[in-house]
Each structure stands twice: as C-alpha cells, then as structure tokens.
C-alpha cells in the first residue's frame, strides 16, 4: 500500500490543498451566515461542490493510480465520499441538503482515511520507523474521533445553532484533514514514510 502511495504521493499533495480550500470556503461562509447573502451563500456551495469532485476525483486516482501490488481500498472510499458530497453541493444547490447526508458522507470519509492511517501507522511500526508510526497513528485517532463527532452531529446528539456550529466543524475536519495528506505526501516524497531511520 505504501509503494502505491508512495508513486502517488504528489496526487495527495493536491487532495491536501483541495482540502485546504474547501475548509476556508466553509469558514468564509460561517462568517457570511446566510440571510441577505443568500445568493453569495449559493455561489460559495457550488464552488464547494466543484472543489469536492475535482478532491474525490484526485483522491481515488490517488488511491488505484500506479499500482502493481493493489489499489488503496480505504483511500478509493473516502475518494468517492467526497466526490459524492461534491456531486451534492453542486447539483442540489437549490434544494435543501440535511445535516444527517453530509454528516454521514464526513463520517465515511473520516473512517476510510483513519483506518487507512492506522494501518500504516501499524506497518511503520513493525518497520521501526516510530515517528511515522505515531505520527499517523494519532492522525487515525483524530480522524475517528472525527467520524463519531460528525455521527453525533448528523443525529442531533450535538446541537448546532444559528451561529452555523456545522460550518465550523466542517471547516475544522477539512483543514485537519488537509494537514494530515500533505504531511503523509510529503512524507512519501521525502522518503521519510518509507525507509526507516
């Protein structure tokens, strides 16, 4: 899975930065808030669709792209969960989209690459690497507190307000997650993943 990752690591360096952009575009929109804006609010929805397709599009190309030893099964998951939350954002923009959709799509998303990171945060270890393997294993950790965080805010067991909480949320897991790629990219390229110290 590495070598797949490894020959792929410039497609997560680009996944990472669409992530970073879909997190300022939902801050920017928290602090719009909607109301008088709403036609902004629309725009700024569909750019976030678009941001998101072209984000799953590279993820799962990430994920199968180059591969001799097999594809990436939890990357090609959270490629298609974002590009599905995409395909959402930009075709329904005129509808109303629940809490509960993109809650469960951020919840796949948020398993996939946590799971993802686990298991390579367990391969490094077994390599000697320790500080890939903590690296990542704490990344894999967030990434699933992550997940029953989105869980919990798709059911209502948290409650958001008129202060967009959910856009706050949203942007956060989206800048982690763009953290976490371009460190794992960078990683990869740096050969730091790969071969241990």
């Given at each position: 899975?590495?070598?797949?990752?490894?020959?792929?690591?410039?497609?997560?360096?680009?996944?990472?930065?669409?992530?970073?952009?879909?997190?300022?575009?939902?801050?920017?929109?928290?602090?719009?808030?909607?109301?008088?804006?709403?036609?902004?609010?629309?725009?700024?929805?569909?750019?976030?669709?678009?941001?998101?397709?072209?984000?799953?599009?590279?993820?799962?190309?990430?994920?199968?792209?180059?591969?001799?030893?097999?594809?990436?099964?939890?990357?090609?998951?959270?490629?298609?969960?974002?590009?599905?939350?995409?395909?959402?954002?930009?075709?329904?923009?005129?509808?109303?989209?629940?809490?509960?959709?993109?809650?469960?799509?951020?919840?796949?998303?948020?398993?996939?690459?946590?799971i993802l990171e686990l298991a390579l945060a367990r391969n490094l270890r077994r390599r000697r690497h320790v500080a890939g393997g903590w690296y990542?294993?704490?990344?894999?950790?967030?990434?699933?507190?992550?997940?029953?965080?989105?869980?919990?805010?798709?059911?209502?067991?948290?409650?958001?307000?008129?202060?967009?909480?959910?856009?706050?949320?949203?942007?956060?897991?989206?800048?982690?997650?763009?953290?976490?790629?371009?460190?794992?990219?960078?990683?990869?390229?740096?050969?730091?993943?790969?071969?241990?110290?």
């Amino acid at each position: 899975m590495i070598q797949t990752l490894t020959r792929n690591w410039w497609l997560l360096a680009l996944c990472g930065l669409l992530d970073a952009i879909i997190s300022l575009v939902y801050l920017v929109m928290r602090q719009m808030g909607g109301g008088p804006v709403l036609h902004s609010w629309n725009v700024a929805v569909v750019f976030l669709g678009k941001v998101a397709m072209a984000g799953g599009a590279c993820t799962v190309a990430a994920g199968i792209l180059r591969s001799r030893t097999g594809k990436c099964w939890p990357l090609v998951l959270n490629g298609l969960a974002l590009g599905a939350l995409g395909l959402i954002q930009y075709g329904f923009v005129r509808f109303r989209i629940s809490l509960l959709t993109v809650s469960l799509l951020i919840v796949l998303m948020a398993m996939s690459i946590g799971i993802l990171e686990l298991a390579l945060a367990r391969n490094l270890r077994r390599r000697r690497h320790v500080a890939g393997g903590w690296y990542l294993g704490s990344a894999g950790a967030v990434s699933v507190g992550f997940a029953l965080a989105f869980l919990a805010l798709g059911f209502e067991w948290i409650k958001t307000d008129a202060t967009h909480v959910d856009l706050l949320w949203l942007s956060s897991y989206f800048g982690f997650s763009a953290i976490c790629t371009v460190g794992l990219a960078l990683g990869l390229r740096g050969q730091i993943f790969r071969n241990p110290a």
